[in-house]
């Protein structure tokens, strides 16, 4: 009998852990989930072959251990979210008791949705080191970097606090970012596969990817995921 009501508790928990997802949320108001890094992870990569939205959360590791996840999409919709700035300044306001913040979006893995969902866009870079800034200008104890969570694995994009320092120097990191592929785009001459069949050449694509955007100040990396 005993045995039989743990056996029954382990299933409860198991299934009350099962219930707390993050989902993609069409509603103005946005929820949170206590929840942890690589879960979430796990989560938000099975939803880049489900859903035809993006959408955008903000990861949260407090001083004292906690690990929260804040859905932050302000619109969310087919191939674009902007995320609501609330949310940063709410989590901010308490500073002090954060450790770690990562800011993640999800591509949609459907051609409908995305053209190309395997690597970050220009203007993805750009909002990285926007929201990296509003980030250290709060607290430059917080460790900070951006997530886009892709089909086959997951971009992290970090910026040396120098390198946010000034307007000129995030210029800088500007350019370093955006350069080579619109460079790229210039010359119809785009040199990354990302249209092949083969996961394993799109995994490989996307570390050249990383380290062609990579610089001074500025580092990229791919995780890969599935
Ligand atoms: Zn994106």
């Excluded at 004292?64 to 902007?82: F, I, L, P, Q």
């Excluded at 996307?206 to 100040?217: L, M």
């Amino acid at each position: 009998m005993k045995q039989q009501y743990l056996a029954l508790t382990g299933l409860l928990l198991a299934t009350k852990a099962n219930a707390i997802e993050l989902y993609i949320n069409h509603n103005l108001e946005h929820y949170s989930v206590e929840l942890s890094r690589e879960q979430g992870e796990a989560q938000i990569n099975d939803l880049c072959f489900t859903t035809d939205s993006e959408e955008s959360w903000i990861f949260v590791k407090y001083t004292d251990g906690k690990e929260v996840w804040y859905e932050d999409g302000g619109e969310a919709g087919r191939g674009y979210v902007m995320p609501d700035k609330n949310v940063l300044e709410t989590i901010l306001a308490k500073q002090k008791e954060v450790a770690e913040i990562s800011h993640y979006h999800i591509h949609p893995a459907k051609p409908s949705v995305m053209a190309t969902p395997h690597h970050p866009s220009i203007d993805d870079s750009y909002y990285a080191i926007q929201i990296a800034t509003n980030v250290l200008e709060a607290s430059p104890d917080i460790v900070f970097d951006d997530r886009v969570v892709t089909p086959y694995g997951i971009y992290v994009q970090s910026f040396a606090d120098e390198g946010l320092a000034t307007h000129e120097t995030r210029t800088k990191i500007r350019n370093i970012v955006s350069e080579p592929v619109i460079k790229a785009v210039e010359t119809g001459n785009f040199p990354f596969d990302f249209k092949s069949d083969d996961v394993s050449v799109i995994r490989s694509e996307a570390h050249r990817y990383a380290a062609v955007i990579s610089g001074e100040n500025v580092t990229v990396t791919f995780i890969e995921m599935n």
